[in-house]
């Protein structure tokens, strides 16, 4: 033990998925075999029932989103991994535990599309979806790792959020950061943060499943325990039970999403460099934040004032840690592994007060240092 603590482990980023979610207490997954997800849940099957878990593979991406909602509400850590066709059939289940607050991670590992796609490419074309794949006006979280060692981080991450505010938390990798391996040390359980739902304090016959006690977060109590309570995907009341007064879907809905705005700036995490005396921004996530990074070492060495705003929460969109530098930076250069998505809630962040470029490339190949350097040099 103490060797590996030293010299750290050579490890895959969908392996640093796995033993993220272990970490954070996850019993049990479901879902169904998709590249460039499937290494997920082939650690998975194997070292979930070694501490106590369920592994189940079921008949499709939609049954395997529904076994995880029913696992959660039994009282356990649930996670599903899937990619881009996957994740379009799971939205509807999404959008269910989105109304009826069921915790839950759903891990998207994103290859080329649209429909079957690009198997074994990477891409990053399902950042919109993440936020709008389900229909409604629902609450999301969506977390985007640069490295094993970040999945690692932003998975046990992704876990906290899922409990803490009973809202179903995506993780979007792209297959770079899925397939890679890196040399990483992973810190011990005593120095992990792990979050639980709140349990009610109350007894069954006092118990109202969606009250709010003051946080925006109703207690959560599991199936099994003694608590008999209704689940709808239907608007309810405090009971569960459904209802169609225009003022208790308005309460509703605006709990749902006030509960993760009042606490933005627990949520929302980024990474900014040398951005205090930058005249050009490279705003960059996932994989293509790894070739953002080398690209400013090479402009920097040139003199050019460049500097790196790395999203790692994706949604909420950070715009208001982005405005920050709007008064210094000229330009904005926006790489992404699509024909254009993030780029626009940047343009929008902005406003108009700067100029924001995209530069995105979508046929199976990563973006290299060298076409952002080029870019940038462009619009110099």
Not at 48 to 63: A, N, R, S, T, Y
Not at 67 to 93: D, M, R
Request: hydrophobic share 40%; aromatic share 6%.
């Amino acid at each position: 033990m103490t060797e590996v603590r030293e010299f750290g482990r050579l490890m895959q980023g969908n392996e640093a998925c796995a033993e993220g979610a272990l970490a954070a207490g996850a019993r049990f997954f479901a879902g169904y075999p998709i590249t460039p997800s499937t290494e997920i849940a082939e650690i998975l099957a194997e070292k979930l029932p070694q501490v106590g878990g369920k592994f189940i593979q079921m008949e499709d991406e939609i049954g395997g989103m529904a076994a995880v909602i029913g696992a959660s509400l039994a009282g356990l850590k649930s996670l599903t991994a899937t990619s881009g066709p996957g994740f379009s059939l799971k939205q509807e289940n999404i959008g269910f535990a989105a109304m009826a607050e069921i915790p839950c991670v759903i891990v998207n590992v994103q290859r080329g599309g649209p429909s079957t796609g690009v198997p074994t490419a990477p891409a990053q074309g399902d950042v919109m979806q993440a936020r709008w794949g389900t229909h409604g006006d629902h609450p999301v979280i969506a977390l985007a790792p640069v490295s094993v060692k970040e999945t690692y981080e932003l998975t046990i991450k992704a876990f906290n959020f899922a409990e803490k505010f009973r809202v179903p938390v995506i993780l979007l990798l792209d297959e770079i950061i899925g397939h890679m391996r890196e040399r990483v040390q992973l810190p011990s359980p005593s120095e992990i943060e792990v979050i639980d739902r709140k349990k009610p304090t109350v007894g069954p016959d006092k118990y109202y499943p969606y009250q709010d006690d003051g946080t925006g977060v109703p207690p959560m109590a599991n199936f099994g325990d003694g608590y008999r309570y209704h689940v709808t995907g239907l608007v309810h009341d405090e009971t569960g039970f459904p209802s169609n007064k225009p003022e208790m879907v308005k309460k509703v809905l605006d709990r749902l999403h006030n509960k993760l705005a009042k606490h933005a700036h627990e949520i929302i995490m980024v990474e900014e460099s040398n951005l205090e005396d930058a005249e050009i921004m490279i705003f960059a996530y996932g994989s293509v934040a790894r070739s953002a990074n080398r690209a400013i070492r090479n402009l920097r060495e040139q003199g050019v004032k460049v500097g790196l705003f790395r999203p790692k929460t994706i949604w909420p969109f950070p715009g208001e840690q982005l405005r920050k530098h709007l008064d210094n930076v000229k330009t904005i250069v926006v790489p992404e592994l699509n024909m254009g998505q993030l780029v626009g809630e940047v343009e929008r962040a902005a406003a108009g007060t700067v100029s924001v470029i995209p530069l995105n490339r979508y046929d199976g190949e990563l973006i290299t240092p060298a076409e952002i350097v080029a870019k940038v040099r462009e619009v110099l």
